[in-house]
Every structure is written in C-alpha cells, then in structure tokens.
C-alpha cells in the first residue's frame, strides 16, 4: 500500500503563490494525481505526474521527483475561489483497477 | 471533457430503510467505476471496485452485503446501502476512469456526491 503525507492546512493572500508538498511510500508508483475538491463538493482533476519533472498548466504546476517520494503543487496568482482542499493521490502499479490511494488533504486559505 | 452524472445529490431516509444511488458516465464508457466514502473534513476513503459485467471487489472492512453494488452496463453503476442506520450518514462519491489513451483512463472523474443522512 502506500503512505501519503501532506500538510493539513496552509494560509495565503491573494495574489500570492502556494506550494502544497506531498510525499509518499509506494510499492510500485504508477502515478501521481492533484485533485480540488470544494467544501461539500466532489473532486475536480487537476494534474497528472508520471514522470519526473514539471507539469504546467495556467496558474497551477505540479512537480513529480520517484527518487525522492515527493511532489508539490504550486498554485500562482492565489484568487479566493482557489480556496478549497487539495488532495493528493498516488496509483500503485500493482493495481491493474486503476485504484488511487488518498491522502488527506490540504485546505488551502485564501484571504483577501 | 468526461462527465460523471451521480443521483440523488441529498437523500434523508429513516432508519432501516434502503437508499439506491446512480452514477452514470454521461459521454463515455467506463468499465470501471469506484465508491468512496467521505466524511466530514476527512480524505476520500474507496469501498469498493466495480467492474462492468462481475461481481465488485470491496475494500477491506466494507461490508459487501449492506453495501450492493451493481454495474450492470458501461455507462451505470449503483451503490445500495442497505438497512441504513445513522452510522451510514456520509458523503458518498462515485468516480469514473477516463475514456481514450492510456494516460487519460489513468485520471478518475467524479460525480458530484450524494449526501446521506439516516434519522
């Protein structure tokens, strides 16, 4: 199984840039996947990482390193609606289901 | 883009009774579905695996006999939480593994939940 760690709860002002790191312990690492999810709502896909490096899209980046079990998500121009939780979520190649193992989420705060 | 489709989004039921929720890819096929349980500011948590056309495989500590699923065609899955008690009261989530090239059937999309409350 896997062991997926980040932090509970990071505060921002808009405007600003945030960096939610996850690490994890995998068997067998077939991917890496950010999600945003709104209180009460249900995720929304952000990102996929399979290999190492960095991915970009818009104001959102997310950074994969296998060697070192870690990745981050960078959220740049930090709006008020980016205020949700971030969920960071690990495939295991063993797994032929496509199963995605959780972590617990990062709320995110943005203020004014 | 792929869409998840999940019905009822808010369902109260009384105590003992039987709740059925849907979960419906809208614009593609899913051969495999999944069902997660949230609770309050807690992290998604999978119960089980459905597979079009077999029986689903469940996560250790689910009970398969409360928790029916069904995934009787590519585009429909069921989660029936049988004999509910207050206890069930949670979010309940259904996701869906993408159509098309390898890469995007490894990304999930989710329905939007339902909400159970038993009293």
């Known amino acids: 199984g896997q062991n997926i760690d980040q932090p509970t709860e990071m505060t921002a002002t808009e405007g600003a840039i945030v960096q939610i790191n996850c690490t994890y312990q995998?068997?067998?690492?077939?991917?890496l996947f950010w999600y945003q999810q709104h209180a009460g709502e249900a995720p929304t896909f952000l990102s996929y990482?399979?290999?190492?490096g960095l991915e970009e899209k818009g104001r959102f980046s997310s950074f994969l390193s296998r060697s070192k079990g870690y990745s981050y998500l960078l959220l740049k121009e930090l709006q008020m609606k980016d205020s949700a939780s971030y969920l960071c979520?690990?495939?295991?190649?063993?797994?032929?289901?496509?199963?995605?193992?959780f972590g617990a989420g990062t709320q995110v705060v943005v203020t004014p | 883009g792929a869409v998840v489709s999940q019905h009822p989004s808010w369902v109260i039921c009384k105590s003992g009774t039987s709740v059925k929720i849907e979960c419906r890819s809208l614009?593609?096929?899913?051969?495999?579905m999944f069902w997660y349980r949230q609770f309050p500011k807690q992290s998604l948590m999978l119960m089980a695996t459905?597979?079009?056309?077999?029986?689903?495989?469940?996560e250790q500590g689910v009970e398969k006999d409360k928790f029916l699923i069904n995934h009787a065609s590519l585009t429909l899955s069921t989660l029936t939480v049988t004999s509910a008690h207050p206890e069930d009261s949670s979010f309940y989530i259904c996701?869906?593994?993408?159509?098309?090239?390898?890469?995007?059937?490894?990304?999930?999309?989710f329905g939007a939940g339902t909400r159970l409350s038993v009293l």
């Open positions: 990482n399979v290999l190492d």
């Open positions: 996701s869906a593994r993408g159509p098309g090239t390898p890469v995007l059937e490894n990304i999930q999309y």
């Open positions: 459905s597979n079009e056309g077999s029986k689903a495989t469940y």
């Open positions: 979520a690990v495939r295991d190649r063993g797994d032929s289901w496509g199963k995605l193992q």
């Open positions: 995998t068997s067998g690492f077939n991917g």
């Open positions: 614009d593609f096929q899913a051969t495999t």
